[in-house]
């Protein structure tokens, strides 16, 4: 609230400024320029005829008539040299001119007595000093009304800033998960109606994720049923098929359990509130416990490890990392040449896990899609390879799900897939 209420308060104290000096340079041009002509007009007279007087005098009687004509004006007067006058060219003409020149430097009178070179000076006059104090009043009158701004503001951004707060917290709990979270604003505020739209947002998602749920306890249940009553018949047929008949319905039917599987998963994945089951972890004695189990995905090539940095260590779901690396791994295993490199580091605050293989690799532009589900390259992934186009969506779906990402990165052989995960900090 703290930011919002400065910029209003600024963007108005701006515009009321603005209006402000508008009007002051109206009445700097009017009322104020106005008064001091009056006044020099009245002024003109009396120092004509002061000026007059002193110019048919010799100058050794001008102190003592300048003396009681103070007395008589209850106003300063002396006399000093027109060469010693703090004035510009243009007020050097006035005075020349006969004219009276108003200093406001030190709020005096001055005019010039004729046939000399002496300038009479009056002053300084009270007057001229009040009307620059009541300058300075005027600019702290300003400001006391613009810092009284302040507290009107406040009460009026108030209720605006408590209603964004509130949407602001509904909106971070449905990101969250919780699809039950609603904003549920007073009627009388002034952001009810678009409280009450995000409420019916948060309705329709709501509707909208169980019935995914409930569409993927369905799948769940209608289709593994009949996968175990298609192999229980296959078992029971008599006679049985020849034996490369059956080991292709037998895989098959395995690529069937897996898409399945898959797809599952995936549908997890893509719940908000999917809960994580956290733990501590250090990576580098983590992965040897599935180093082996990998290997046996692809016997005939080679995966190779590397521990890049001292001990890593990891919080997070641990079943689900394993799923993210093992599905990695085994698309590298399906496409690569002869060898498949995993490689474990800490850079930072970031944990990384590298999965590079040398088969025939991806083109750069497809570095975005190849993480949407079922997307299949032609030059990279192939259906006689057994994918089923959701286990890279996966990966980035359980990074994400950990603050983390994972990226396509250049290689010059191969595909080099990085997940990159926040690393506890101590």
């Known amino acids: 609230m703290r930011r919002l209420f400065i910029q209003f308060y600024l963007l108005l104290m701006a515009c009321f400024m603005v209006a402000v000096l508008l009007v002051g340079m109206v009445y700097q041009n009017t009322a104020e320029r106005a008064g001091n002509r009056y006044l020099e007009g009245l002024m003109q007279g009396s120092l004509d005829l002061l000026t007059t007087e002193l110019a048919r005098r010799p100058q050794a009687v001008w102190p003592h008539r300048l003396a009681e004509q103070s007395q008589q004006l209850n106003l300063p007067l002396r006399v000093d040299a027109l060469s010693r006058q703090p004035l510009d060219q243009g007020d050097l003409a006035f005075l020349a001119h006969g004219d009276i020149v108003i200093v406001d430097d030190d709020d005096t009178f001055r005019q010039l007595i004729p046939g000399s070179d002496q300038v009479l000076i009056v002053g300084p006059v009270p007057y001229l000093s ?7 009043i005027d600019v702290g009158l300003l400001l006391l009304l613009g810092l009284s701004l302040a507290l009107p503001i406040l009460l009026w951004l108030r209720p605006h800033w408590r209603g964004l707060l509130m ?7 449905l990101g969250a998960g919780d699809l039950t979270a609603r904003s549920r604003l007073p009627a009388g505020s002034t952001l009810e109606r678009t409280g009450r739209t995000l409420d019916q947002m948060a309705d329709q998602l709501e509707a909208l994720i169980n019935g995914k749920k409930q569409l993927t306890d369905a799948i769940a249940h209608e289709l593994r049923t009949p996968l175990v009553r298609l192999r229980y018949r296959l078992a029971m047929l008599e006679p049985a098929p020849e034996e490369q008949e059956m080991k292709a319905l037998e895989r098959d039917l395995g690529s069937l359990d897996r898409l ?5 998963t995936y549908a997890r994945l893509e719940r908000p509130e999917m809960p994580l089951n956290p733990v501590d972890l250090e990576l580098g004695a983590w992965v040897h416990l599935y180093l082996a189990d990998w290997q046996t995905l692809a016997p005939e090539k080679t995966l190779q490890l590397e521990v890049r940095s001292d001990p890593i ?9 394993a799923r993210a690396v093992e599905n990695l791994v085994s698309n590298a295993l399906r496409h690569a040449n002869h060898q498949v490199t995993l490689t474990l580091e800490r850079q930072h605050d970031v ?23 079922f997307v299949r390259l032609d030059e990279s992934r192939d259906r006689r390879t057994g ?34 995960l926040p690393a506890p900090q101590f």
């Not at 009040?130 to 300075?136: D, K, M």
């Not at 399945?260 to 599952?264: A, S, V």
């Not at 260590?313 to 641990?318: R, T």
Request: aromatic share 6%.
């Open 167 to 173: 949407l602001e917290q509904t909106a971070r709990k």
């Open 387 to 420: 994918g089923t186009g959701l286990g890279l969506a996966i990966v980035r779906s359980i990074a994400r799900h950990h603050g983390g990402d994972v990226v396509l990165l250049e290689s010059e052989s191969g595909a080099h897939f990085c997940i990159r």
């Open 351 to 373: 944990c990384l896990i590298r999965v590079q293989d040398d088969g025939p690799g991806i083109a750069p532009e497809h570095a975005a899609r190849v993480f949407e589900p």
């Open 313 to 321: 260590p990891w919080h997070g779901d641990e079943r689900l990392l």
């Open 260 to 264: 399945i599987d898959e797809m599952l």
């Open 130 to 136: 009040y009307l620059h104090e009541v300058r300075w």
